[in-house]
């Protein structure tokens, strides 16, 4: 047995419900690297994971540490053998300092604590790794950034020799993510292993010393360092190869769509959420919307669909007021908006395709009757988009929330271009879906763009942005930091102004 | 060397169709059984007393027919609180609506005690919705408008709706002539709805059967049907689709606490033709059982409804064997709880992990 093993998985299975997770799975990850599992979303990542964290049981496999077979029966038996993981929402206690989340649960901490001592001791794990946050300060006061530091040093308070960090670059900016892939390689080179979730290639590129990638919960290969080509990665990833688009615009940008004038609007906690957001999305161009999320993204796409009251400014649709309209009256104007939540928002989950379908036809039935549902007209409907957008469903009765996110999303999309909308405000359209669909929406969003309709794109992956859009608006803290031509623009420009780095008149074209 | 095997319970999407039949007839069948066994432990013999019941329910013309009559108000009443619940709205004030439903229908009777059938009879019908749809109404708006809970406040209605027409049965409208009895006089021939045949079962049937051909062509076929579902399964989606919510909060309890109120009306024009204390046992409650019970389906309610009514008059029937009339709340009670129970094995099917061998001693 070679000395610097660590860990090995071997055919390790897991079903829910019947649908594997993960069938025969094998992993083995040695101290001193950096080992990056990739898939996609659904390739069975997450659930290996959490097997070797002790949260989930296998139905069938071994997990091996250090030669010898052991089962975990809690979490806690993981921890005591050395294996951490940094879930992706973070399991902290808002109201608690960092130390007390740090020595939370830990099983050397004493019955009466020295805190002193503690947080000297945190403060040299700090130092040591790069890990910057104040021991003393309390977590809901901490950024995102912050706080995953809190829950890796949680992890180093332990000694854990194999830290799991499920897609930890989600929720940080370029700079961060940079810092982050630091602390790691620091981690690797004191003899720990690393291991990392994650469905972004670039990433890969940046830290990986190895790369198991997962496909369909199985082993699709694994890769050395060195024969590392993102065109092969993503090939082992889906299974076959990708063209490269051409996205250049095929016509001139038109007349202002939307306008967004000094709007200010409140968040769900009532405080500010936008402040004085002024934006123009023109027919025929796509504005991204780059900058981390919770920055006044989904306050913006609300007020612009009329689901929040602005407190000051004015929305402008086509050069009309409609400030302060109703969702309907807004959706009767053009505008489309493809939520975040699409399950439970943009789609009803309990009903089923052709009922979703006509969500939005009821309020405007203005035309034809206004009582009875066509039911044979929206089976017809349903029947055709469901083939033109090669939507994968067991019935077109059966409820959506059965369908894949990818299928959902393409239903959904179906939906709103069918009503041939002047503007889509597009929040996160591709999060959470697999490279084929991501592929199918950004395509779809091209061809509406090219078709003469104006496009609002949120997201939170900057190459999407650049891929996408023909603008790039930045928010932080509910403000514009600027508006750049995309062309023109580089991610550390963008990156520096998602940290809130100085607006200057310039920026805004 | 041991072998572990495991039982897991794992989740099916989409139930086998006949399990969906299936569970809830052996689930009532338990209900049964385990009623049995109280009976039994009360020194009664189970078998006996079920066929006492049987036979009251179902064993003459008579026992058919009072069975139907109180298949009425259980009906109305039941696709009553069955429209809120399509919205998600726990109205479980029927018991309220049904009152002041009766209220009113009360007050146009005594008050145009001369008008023909022909128009007494429609305003009833109206006055019986209109009671019901208020009392509704009284926790609509605060829920509309100020989100307050309408569990709470359809509960509390209940006996601020008994209490106030008890006040009108114990004074102003009792009846001089009627011995100090808490009654109000009897209402005129033309207040009263037709019997079909020699039976007690009057024309309020029709009004149940109507009601239920309603909801169904409303919840099938209509926009608004489909509306009322949507905000049902997410308002979320219902704001975005641009539905008002607010205002269809508020018509969908009118329309439940209005056919409540018409339960009232046809317990009175068909059966009791005067407000008495008591005219419901309870019906607004056993409602909610019957509504759930049929998956809020109308046509799932009517035979739920009518089996409902034969558990009544079986109850009637077996009080004469000397057992409480509560046998029957007990056994409505069991019935609920064994079918919503039995509900894990339609979505949940229960596995048996083979076994697989485990190192000793690891």
């Not at chain 1, 902290?92 to 989340?101: A, D, G, K, Q």
């Not at chain 1, 023109?282 to 612009?304: P, T």
């Not at chain 2, 033309?190 to 020699?198: E, K, M, N, Y």
Request: with cysteine; aromatic share 8%; hydrophobic share 45%.
């Amino acid at each position: 047995m070679p000395e610097n093993i660590r860990v090995e998985m071997k055919s390790i299975s897991k079903s829910f419900a019947g649908n594997p997770a993960n069938d025969r799975v094998n992993l083995t990850v040695r101290s001193g690297e950096v080992h990056v599992i990739l898939g996609e979303n659904g390739a069975g990542k997450s659930t290996l994971m959490n097997i070797l964290a002790g949260i989930y049981r296998p139905d069938a496999g071994e997990i091996s540490i250090n030669g010898t077979p052991t089962v975990f029966s809690s979490p806690r038996d993981a921890i005591g053998a050395g294996i951490g993981m940094v879930h992706q929402h973070f399991r902290l206690v808002p109201s608690l300092s960092v130390t007390e989340n740090i020595i939370l649960g830990s099983e050397q901490t004493p019955f009466f604590l020295r805190l002193p001592q503690i947080e000297t001791k945190i403060r040299q794990l700090s130092a040591r790794y790069g890990l910057q946050v104040d021991p003393a300060a309390k977590v809901h006061q901490l950024s995102i950034g912050e706080q995953q530091r809190v829950e890796i040093l949680k992890l180093l308070y332990r000694d854990s020799r194999l830290l799991i960090l499920d897609e930890p670059t989600a929720v940080l900016t370029p700079q961060e993510v940079d810092e982050l892939f630091a602390t790691l390689r620091q981690m690797a080179a004191s003899n720990r292993a690393v291991l990392i979730i994650t469905h972004k290639m670039r990433e890969v590129m940046a830290v990986a010393d190895r790369v198991t990638v997962l496909r369909n919960g199985r082993n699709a290969a694994e890769i050395t360092r060195e024969h590392i080509s993102e065109a092969e990665l993503a090939r082992l990833m889906v299974g076959k190869d990708f063209s490269v688009r051409d996205i250049r615009p095929k016509r001139e940008k038109g007349e202002p769509v939307l306008e967004l004038r000094n709007i200010n609007a409140d968040s769900d906690k009532g405080l500010l959420g936008l402040r004085n957001v002024s934006l123009t999305v023109h027919a025929g161009e796509i504005l991204g919307i780059a900058g981390v999320a919770g920055n006044g993204q989904r306050e913006m796409c609300e007020v612009i669909a009329g689901l929040r009251r602005p407190t000051a400014g004015n929305l402008l649709i086509d050069g009309k007021d409609y400030t302060g309209r109703s969702p309907k009256e807004i959706l009767r104007a053009g505008v489309s908006y493809i939520p975040e939540d699409r399950l439970g928002t943009g789609l009803v989950p309990n009903l089923g395709a052709i009922d979703n379908i006509i969500l939005k036809e009821t309020p405007a039935a203005g035309r034809q009757n206004t009582v009875l549902i066509d039911y044979a007209g929206a089976k017809a409907k349903t029947e055709d988009l469901v083939r033109r957008y090669r939507i994968k469903t067991r019935s077109l009765t059966s409820p959506v929330k059965l369908m894949s996110g990818g299928n959902l999303q393409r239903l959904l999309l179906a939906r709103e271009i069918a009503a041939a909308p002047k503007l889509i405000v597009a929040a996160y359209p591709v999060r959470g879906l697999d490279i084929e669909a991501t592929d199918t929406v950004r395509n779809l969003l091209l061809e509406q763009r090219d078709n003469g309709t104006a496009v609002l794109l949120v997201s939170e992956d900057l190459d999407e942005i650049f891929q996408l859009t023909d603008r790039i608006a930045v928010l932080y803290n509910g403000a514009i930091q600027g508006i750049l031509a995309t062309a023109a623009a580089t991610a550390e420009e963008i990156g520096l102004l998602m940290l809130g780095a100085n607006t200057t008149e310039e920026n805004i074209i | 060397m041991r072998i572990a095997h495991r039982w897991k319970l794992t989740k099916t999407l989409d139930p086998h169709p006949v399990s969906l039949w299936f569970i809830p007839v052996i689930s009532i069948l338990l209900a049964f059984a385990v009623g049995g066994i109280f009976l039994a432990a009360t020194g009664h013999n189970p078998v006996r007393i079920y066929g006492v019941m049987l036979n009251g329910a179902f064993g003459s013309v008579y026992g058919v027919s009072e069975t139907l009559v109180k298949t009425i108000p259980l009906l109305l009443t039941s696709l009553g609180v069955s429209v809120a619940f399509r919205m998600k709205l726990w109205n479980i004030g029927a018991e309220g609506q049904f009152y002041l439903g009766a209220f009113a229908t009360t007050w146009v009777a005594l008050t145009f005690p001369d008008l023909p059938a022909a128009v007494l009879l429609p305003a009833m019908t109206v006055a019986g919705f209109v009671g019901g749809a208020f009392a509704a109404l009284l926790a609509a708006i605060p829920r509309a408008y100020l989100a307050v809970n309408e569990t709470i406040t359809t509960l509390m209605l209940n006996y601020i709706a008994i209490y106030w027409v008890n006040y009108f049965i114990y004074g102003p409208w009792r009846d001089p002539a009627g011995r100090n009895f808490p009654l109000t006089k009897i209402f005129s021939d033309a207040a009263a709805l037709p019997s079909l045949g020699g039976t007690r079962v009057h024309y309020g049937l029709f009004y149940g059967l109507a009601a239920a051909a309603l909801l169904f062509f409303l919840f099938r076929y209509t926009k608004w049907g489909y509306t009322v579902r949507v905000i049902g399964e997410s308002n979320a989606a219902a704001r975005y689709a641009g539905f008002n919510i607010t205002r269809n909060i508020i018509a969908v309890l009118l329309l439940s606490g209005g056919l409540s109120g018409i339960a009232g009306m046809a317990e009175l024009a068909g059966v009791a033709h005067r407000l008495q204390p008591g005219l419901s046992p309870g019906y607004g409650y056993t409602a909610i059982i019957i509504a759930w019970l049929a998956r809020l389906n109308p046509c799932l309610i009517i035979v739920t409804a009518f089996l409902f009514g034969a558990l009544q008059i079986g109850g009637y029937a077996i009080q004469t064997s000397g057992l409480p009339s509560a046998t029957v709340t007990m056994l409505q009670g069991l019935v609920l709880f064994f079918v919503l129970a039995g509900e894990i094995f339609t979505y949940y099917r229960l596995e048996l992990i083979p076994g697989k061998e485990v190192a000793a001693g690891e």
